[in-house]
DNA sequence: GTGAAAGCGCTAACAC
DNA sequence: GTGTTAGCGCTTTCAC
């Protein structure tokens, strides 16, 4: 079924179905007549023959580095929803956390011609910014701030400070830091950083720090070394798996959480709540990460004015982990 | 940049560069040239352009459920694997666990010309089959058996007789079995029914059965209730996320896992570990399943022989969850 | 309001 | 080996 066949049987020309079907000005007649004769046959146009002319796909593509993330996956659902009432298409590209991957389907997605790109910030090459200006279409860049190519990111001041202070509010004055590599610059440097930063804001606080992986088994391993030597009453571990992954180790060595050392994470990962004790986080709005990137892409496709880059609020949220210091 | 420029600046004519752009046979001379020519222009084809003629799109796509599922997540990395490796672009719509926008979905990767359609199992309707069956294009369904259609599912028989003898040889004989709605038949009825038949493999089994919620916050409410009252020392759950609930409910209720009661789950979920007893459960190969799906497809896109319906095996976890009964 | 005609960028006979 | 030509299914002037 292609647009001739229908313009045949409603004796019309295909330009004539062709206005018809893009909402141009038909006769009332001519438009019953093929209203009926598409209900009847079912058609539907097809969709490459029309990306072929037309300037817009209605095609909005993605980059993850995995697909089993948490947040990836709680952004992906906030710009699905956004996207499905607009009825535009999501097509999803996983770059398995590899550079090049990353820089391939920046390329691919522009040669299947999608309007715009939502990338997964991880760490940004030029390379990366090399492509994105050579494809030419609108970019936006989640959770990684970026030259020249518009962003949304998390607060990390506002999260790491008020997990700061929300800590030595309770008393603990000895912290043990668990951070990443500071290759990574919105979790490793500035996360870390806001931290120190509240925890600094009363005197006499002592941190000490120690550099752990981002994965959870390995951290676990790290953990299981770390605890038995450290004396911090309180533990602050910059991701949500890190502070997963010392529970598990706490629970082997016996120790009692927060009794022993009350424990807390940033992300808001589902994952926190499920454990015993539920673990003190900041939930980042990854949902509504997701929304307001798709309602970016959309103002810069309609040539509107955006701020290059846009911060998400997040909040502390308290729970079992983390309580007022027992004075032994 | 089009076909026709290159041509130009090659002084060749178009249908050299087609040919030289999908492997037909070219000069040497012609070859190096366009090389060269492609390479400077940085000249990618226009994949709309392709397809409209092309019999075949290389576009597969997905119909999920919900985007934040450890298991679809794990079929789809399983999926795009393999996909990728073979140069095939993969598509993922979600359907938000919506029957309608379950079929309109199928349409919708019809319209837009995908080559085969992997639809991820919930509940099958008459409106599914009609679907499927206009469309015209292979479909697998992914956990959900389904008549006259080709489909991949779980070996359930064998998960849940394991788990039963796995109990019962740890000299358990009061069991308690949550288990779930009867709706869901692969987990309401199929899993159910073998973990009870592995279970009265051995006389003078006690199984005590209640019924329970998917969701973790449900089941960890029920779960509150039913342990005070249960005289069983080992508890079944047919998921892991349910297990996961009770885990919580007897931290919170002081009980000690696996002291006072085995606990044991069915899904390989990574939450398992992360947990303190790891969980022991049954793990489903999630991520071959979805490589199976595609090496399917592709068979049923060579017009090769598939049997209508595949069962993936699984296999038995024992963690820490679960031990011998302690004589008391 | 409608139709004829000219492409959109590419592929695939077919003749040379 | 290469060029010519005729489409693929649709949109979009531009006359009428």
Known sequence: MTINDIAQLAGVAKSTVSRYLNG??????????????????????????????????????????????????????????????????????????NVAREIENIYALARQKADAIILFGGVITNDHLKAIHEVNIPVVILGQETPDVHCLVHDEAHAGITMGRHITSLGHQKILLLRVKKEDRAIGQLRRAAI???LS?????????????????EAYQQAKLILPKTKATAIICVTDTIALA?????????????????LAGFGGYNATTIVSPAI????????ELGKK????????????????????????????????????
Do not use: C
């Open 201 to 217: 804001q009363k005197a006499s606080v002592e941190v000490e720090e120690q550099e752990v992986s981002f994965v959870f088994e």
């Open 196 to 198: 120190i930063e509240g």
């Open 280 to 287: 003190t986080t900041v939930r980042y709005p990854y949902r």
């Open 246 to 262: 010392v529970m598990k180790a706490a629970h082997e060595l016996s120790y009692v959480i927060p009794n022993d050392f009350s």
């Open 293 to 328: 990137a798709v309602t970016t892409i959309l103002q810069l496709l309609n040539a509107e004015d955006v701020p290059i880059k846009q911060i998400m609020k997040n909040e502390l949220i308290v729970r079992e982990s983390t309580q007022k210091i027992t004075l032994s």
């Open 24 to 97: 141009g000005s038909v006769s009332r007649k001519t438009r019953e007549k093929l209203d009926e004769i598409v209900r009847e046959t079912g058609y539907s146009p097809n969709t490459f023959a029309q990306s072929l002319k037309a300037k817009r796909t209605n095609i909005v593509g993605t980059i993850i580095p995995r697909l089993d993330s948490y947040s990836s996956n709680e952004i992906l659902e906030g710009i699905d929803q956004e996207l499905w009432q607009r009825q535009l298409q999501l097509i999803i590209t996983n770059s398995d956390q």
